[in-house]
T-cell receptor, first 111, second 117 residues
Framework: DAGVTQSPTHLIKTRGQQVTLRCSPKSGHDTVSWYQQALGQGPQFIFQYYEEEERQRGNFPDRFSGHQFPNYSSELNVNALLLGDSALYLC??????????FGSGTRLTVV | AQKITQTQPGMFVQEKEAVTLDCTYDTSDPSYGLFWYKQPSSGEMIFLIYQGSYDQQNATEGRYSLNFQKARKSANLVISASQLGDSAMYFCAMRGAFSSNTGKLIFGQGTTLQVKP
């Protein structure tokens, strides 16, 4: 049974560019959350998607947006990249009975 | 505001010995959940153990146990019989005030554990 799959694993972008990160949830999970983890820090919650709608959002600017598809997979989009957006982006899937499964993340470097 | 505090940036333990990783939390929510995750260098967050705020007994999962002291708002992780493969970053996390079981997680800063042979 595949867990959470994230793509790409690594990415290098230039300041001002836009990036899209992808996440396929664990089979049977219907909720996807995204986290940003700066080097040496704990993950910070970005937002959560359920039934193709943003259900909850953390303290991140509107440059961060997302989408959830009918098959529960999700995308995270970041516009106008800043150097400070360099981080590991983690996707976690879950279901109403509880428990979270994390992917291995996408490591984004902004130069 | 809800907050998780991990005051040990780094810890060393000898192989086969036990180690305790500290975690304190702050919340005004009467119902909450506490988690511990392991993050190896690969980046994936690996679930270790969960404690519900109304659970009467401390949670245990194999070599992992959670020392839950509700009055002190602490949820320390105890790893018994440390193994070399336990070397990783460890995070304490709390489910936020959102009532759903899938609510957001609030993480601490993490503790790096190194197991010495």
């Amino acid at each position: 049974d595949a867990g959470v799959t994230q793509s790409p694993t690594h990415l290098i972008k230039t300041r001002g560019q836009q990036v899209t990160l992808r996440c396929s949830p664990k089979s049977g999970h219907d909720t996807v959350s995204w986290y940003q983890q700066a080097l040496g820090q704990g993950p910070q919650f970005i937002f959560q998607y359920y039934e193709e709608e943003e259900r909850q959002r953390g303290n991140f600017p509107d440059r961060f947006s997302g989408h959830q598809f009918p098959n529960y997979s999700s995308e995270l989009n970041v516009n106008a990249l800043l150097l400070g957006d360099s981080a590991l982006y983690l996707c976690a899937s879950s279901i109403s009975t509880g428990g979270y499964t994390f992917g291995s993340g996408t490591r984004l470097t902004v130069v | 505001a809800q907050k998780i505090t991990q005051t040990q940036p780094g810890m060393f333990v000898q192989e086969k010995e036990a180690v305790t990783l500290d975690c304190t939390y702050d919340t005004s929510d009467p119902s909450y959940g506490l988690f511990w995750y392991k993050q190896p260098s690969s980046g994936e967050m690996i679930f270790l153990i969960y404690q519900g705020s109304y659970d009467q007994q401390n949670a245990t999962e194999g070599r992992y146990s959670l020392n839950f002291q509700k009055a002190r708002k602490s949820a320390n992780l105890v790893i018994s019989a440390s193994q070399l493969g336990d070397s990783a970053m460890y995070f304490c996390a709390m489910r936020g005030a959102f009532s759903s079981n899938t609510g957001k997680l609030i993480f601490g800063q993490g503790t790096t554990l190194q197991v010495k042979p």
